[in-house]
Each structure stands twice: as structure tokens, then as C-alpha cells.
């Protein structure tokens, strides 16, 4: 059964600052790699995808890498923003459409 | 605009008494999937659906029933809530296939008493 973790579980940084989130995932098995965005009282907001044929994906000031072999996602945020604060959360997609999360990183950027 | 909607976005309840949380998309997506996320445990799935009349189950499937008559549709049954039911839940929606990305709903957060 696919595991998916993610450290930090919170992370506090001030504004201007480059920062990097982690997922892990136990079964290399996936067809892709997910990073939502969630905002307090709100739904999901998808920010990046990743197929397994590849290894990054880049949306403006955010970039997702995969490892498959390792079993690894990271997202980049540059030059961070008090707007960026929300909660993350990797999924890795395996067949059937199966979609398993991570907990989140839960990110502050204070002004 | 492309969404999913759910309703109700809150709702508090009583044990026992059945309830339904209704969910539509508007982008003729075949795909349809249901989460719930709590503290400590995140967003598992409880019920997907593959296409009309096509539904399978998740992770956590006691307690629950879906239904997709419609494509549109895939409303979410708690025909005896418990309290332990308590979460925060979220619908999503997919084109056919894998690697085409998810569109979630706003939630709807249960209370049940």
C-alpha cells in the first residue's frame, strides 16, 4: 500500500526567502506526482503534476522535481510571499485513478 | 467556469440521521472520487467513480454510499451518521485517465453530534 510522507509538518520563513518542501512516497509504482495548494476553509488548488517520464515541472516561482527511484518530490518556492502562506500537499496517482496524500506541510511567510 | 460544486458547505447533524452531500462538475469529466481529511490522518478516499453507473471503493468505505446515474453527478449518502463520520469532506473530478489532473470542490465540513 503506498505511503506518502511530508516533512516538515510546518515550516515559518520571512518574505524573500528560497524554500524547499519534501514528499516521500514508499511504492515507486506511481503514474505521477501531484503538489496542491490548500487555503484555510478551502478546497485543493492543483499547482503542479508531474508524469513519471519526468523529472520537473515548472509553474513561475515554483519547481517540482521527481525521483521515482528514490522514492522523492520536492517543490521550490523562490523568493517567497505572505501569499504563499497555505498548507501543501503531494499525492502520488497510482492505477485506478488512486490519488494517496501526503499530511501537508503547513507554510507560514511572515512580512 | 470549470468547477466543482458541493452542498452543503457546512453541516451539523444528529446520529442516526441519514444525509446526503451532493456534488456536481461542469466539465463532462468521467472521473469522479470522494475524500474525507482529518487531523493527523489527511485526505483519504472514501468512493471513485470511473464513469456512469461505474463506482468502486476507497480506503474507507464503511459507512458510506455514492451513486453516478448522471456524469455530472456523484452525490455522498450517510444513511446513519455516526460521530466518528466528524470531517472535513471534498469532492473531485478528472478527465478519463491518468495524468490529467484533479479539480477539487470547496469542501463540506460535517459535524455530526
Known amino acids: 500500500k503506498q505511503e506518502v510522507t511530508q516533512i516538515p509538518a510546518a515550516l515559518s520563513v520571512p518574505e524573500g526567502e528560497n524554500l524547499v518542501l519534501n514528499c516521500s512516497f514508499t511504492d515507486s509504482a506511481i503514474y505521477n506526482l501531484q503538489w496542491f495548494r490548500q487555503d484555510p476553509g478551502k478546497g485543493l488548488t492543483s499547482l503542479l503534476l508531474?508524469?513519471?517520464?519526468?523529472r520537473e515541472q515548472t509553474s513561475g516561482r515554483l519547481n517540482a522535481s521527481l525521483d521515482k527511484s528514490s522514492g522523492r518530490s520536492t517543490l521550490y518556492i523562490a523568493a517567497s510571499q505572505p501569499g504563499d502562506s497555505a498548507t501543501y500537499l503531494c499525492a502520488a496517482e497510482t492505477s485506478g485513478s488512486r490519488l494517496t496524500f501526503g499530511e501537508g506541510t503547513q507554510l507560514t511567510v511572515n512580512p | 467556469e470549470a468547477q466543482v460544486t458541493q452542498n452543503p458547505r457546512y453541516l451539523i447533524t444528529v446520529t442516526g440521521k441519514k444525509l446526503t452531500v451532493t456534488c456536481s462538475q461542469n466539465m463532462n469529466h468521467e472521473y469522479m472520487s470522494w475524500y474525507r481529511q482529518d487531523p493527523g490522518l489527511g485526505l483519504r478516499q472514501i468512493y471513485y467513480s470511473m464513469n456512469v453507473e461505474v463506482t468502486d471503493k476507497g480506503d474507507v468505505p464503511e459507512g458510506y454510499k455514492v451513486s453516478r446515474k448522471e456524469k455530472r453527478n456523484f452525490p455522498l449518502i450517510l444513511e446513519s451518521p455516526s460521530p466518528n463520520q466528524t470531517s472535513l469532506y471534498f469532492c473531485?473530478?478528472?478527465?478519463?485517465?491518468?495524468?490529467?489532473?484533479?479539480?477539487f470542490g470547496s469542501g463540506t465540513r460535517l459535524t455530526v453530534v
Open positions: 473531485a473530478s478528472s478527465p478519463f485517465g491518468i495524468n490529467y489532473g484533479y479539480t
Open positions: 508531474i508524469q513519471s517520464s519526468q
